[in-house]
């Protein structure tokens, strides 16, 4: 398989904001390795069976169970032990383990911002493929600047997946995506705007980039917390500005 180029981030604190119960809340992230790119044409149908027509562009139309299987098949071509467990389509991490996985919402912001406060970590012509470059699909990857960490397109060309759920009591098993796509203007290309969908929902402009890492526990880890999720799944409330409400069948 083609290389998966991964950076190694030294650990530190990120702050997350969850837009919907307006809180926000602080997470120590441990030491972990994550993409230098996402997930290219290329990489993607050396691993699944699918057709790759421009090898450097950033694989699109990947549903979070696709990148899910991707991981665990990048993992076993490497020797690696796969880290994801399946029931049907309920899936498990085992964050114990040292395979290739989704990043926790944690991980990829705290690796996106590579230390910066602001929206963006440079000035966004420079940074990210965005709806002002006028481009219809996603570009090449490594055609913008890169973070503090090396990482390119963290922000625009395509919106990434994480682990996380994006919010259980109102969007039962919608998966988190992060930093903005080509088509996007500046208000979503941002490090701490949160979009989502479905596991099996897939897009021309979502994504995916690897992470590694294993970690002491396997319901709490990086951000991320099973314990937390089932609370979270129990709290209802308002749908934030701009978020369009989950339709269920038979409503």
Not at 2 to 15: L, Q
Request: glycine share 10%; hydrophobic share 35%; charged share 30%.
């Amino acid at each position: 398989m083609t290389d998966i180029e991964m950076r190694r981030i030294i650990g530190g604190s990120v702050t997350l904001h969850d837009a919907r119960r307006k809180v926000e809340r602080t997470v120590a992230v441990e030491d972990f390795e994550i993409g230098v790119f996402p997930i290219t044409e290329e990489q993607l149908a050396e691993i699944l069976p699918i057709a790759s027509r421009h090898p450097r562009r950033p694989a699109v139309d990947v549903s979070w169970l696709r990148a899910i299987h991707f991981c665990n098949a990048a993992s076993e071509w490497e020797g690696l032990d796969p880290v994801y467990r399946f029931d049907g389509e309920d899936v498990s991490w085992d964050a114990t383990g040292d395979g290739y996985r989704l990043p926790t919402e944690a991980e990829w912001e705290y690796a996106c911002r590579a230390g910066s406060v602001g929206p963006h970590y440079a000035p966004l012509a420079d940074a990210a493929w965005t709806s002002a470059d006028a481009v219809s699909s996603p570009q090449d990857v490594g055609g913008k600047l890169p973070n503090l960490h090396g990482l390119f397109d963290t922000l625009g060309n395509v919106w990434e997946w994480c682990w996380d759920l994006l919010d259980p009591a109102r969007y039962d098993d919608y998966r988190v995506f992060r930093g903005g796509g080509f088509a996007d203007d500046s208000w979503s290309v941002r490090a701490s705007v949160r979009r989502g969908g479905g596991p099996r929902m897939h897009h021309e402009d979502v994504g995916m980039r690897v992470a590694r890492g294993g970690f002491d526990s396997s319901d709490d880890a990086q951000g991320w917390s099973a314990r937390a999720d089932r609370e979270r799944a129990a709290v209802d409330g308002p749908v934030p500005f701009g978020w369009t409400p989950l339709r269920r069948p038979g409503r």
